[in-house]
T-cell receptor, first 114, second 117 residues
Framework: DAMVIQNPRYQVTQFGKPVTLSCSQT?????MYWYQQKSSQAPKLLFH???????NEADTPDNFQSRRPNTSFCFLDIRSPGLGDAAMYLC?????????????FGPGTRLTVL | AQKVTQAQTEISVVEKEDVTLDCVYE???????LFWYKQPPSGELVFLIR??????QNEISGRYSWNFQKSTSSFNFTITASQVVDSAVYFC??????????????FGQGTILTVHP
């Protein structure tokens, strides 16, 4: 089945140690999104790629970066994780960002910062 | 959207009861899209339904039904004959352009639904 895959499902890192989360998709969608969801809160959009065009939300900390080497893969890099970055990180995809084709979400990666 | 409000933070029902989740939104756009997503304990956000602002036809899909009323900016979601597997957090979500290049989703705070056997 076509889907959005996130690895790993659980990630533990140390304070200040860089970490990379990965997302892949078999839907051949043009847009890939990264959301941060803290406990008991709604998901918050960090940034998205429309093809190779990177779009950062204004309030996304510089500590968060992303790479999209090809259509299928997108990575979230946290350069120096702090305790406040512990959260669920959700990847989503859609065909395009305007006509608001539905966004399909992956299972998420739960990040713990020690 | 400027705001999406889900009035109920938590709802608890017994299996087979009907339950309605309320959602009210604010947007300045005339074109927008409405969604409901379900997030079970596993964490994945599962798409349930999408409606555009020009389609006020309400729909029933199995045990799920939706009531979109543009005049009151409400998009309520009903589960008939609830089951334990319906236990999850339900998010009402609105997409609009909001004056930006791409627009984005605005999430409500979520309603935690617990269905007891």
């Amino acid at each position: 089945d076509a889907m959005v895959i996130q690895n790993p499902r659980y990630q533990v890192t140390q304070f200040g140690k860089p970490v990379t989360l990965s997302c892949s998709q078999t839907l051949n969608h043009n847009v890939m999104y990264w959301y941060q969801q803290k406990s008991s809160q709604a998901p918050k959009l960090l940034f998205h790629y429309y093809d190779k065009d990177f779009n950062n939300e204004a309030d996304t900390p510089d500590n968060f970066q992303s790479r999209r080497p090809n259509t299928s893969f997108c990575f979230l890099d946290i350069r120096s994780p702090g305790l406040g970055d512990a959260a669920m990180y959700l990847c989503a995809t859609s065909r395009d960002p305007w006509h608001t084709d539905t966004q399909y979400f992956g299972p998420g990666t739960r990040l713990t910062v020690l | 959207a400027q705001k999406v409000t889900q009035a109920q933070t938590e709802i608890s029902v017994v299996e087979k009861e009907d339950v309605t989740l309320d959602c009210v939104y604010e947007t300045r756009d005339t074109t927008y899209y409405l969604f409901w997503y379900k997030q079970p304990p596993s964490g994945e956000l599962v798409f349930l339904i999408r409606r555009n602002s020009f389609d006020e036809q309400n729909e029933i899909s199995g045990r799920y039904s939706w009531n979109f009323q543009k005049s009151t900016s409400s998009f309520n979601f009903t589960i008939t004959a609830s089951q334990v597997v319906d236990s999850a957090v339900y998010f009402c979500v609105v997409w609009d352009a909001g004056g930006t290049s791409y627009g984005k989703l605005t999430f409500g705070q979520g309603t935690i639904l617990t269905v007891h056997p």
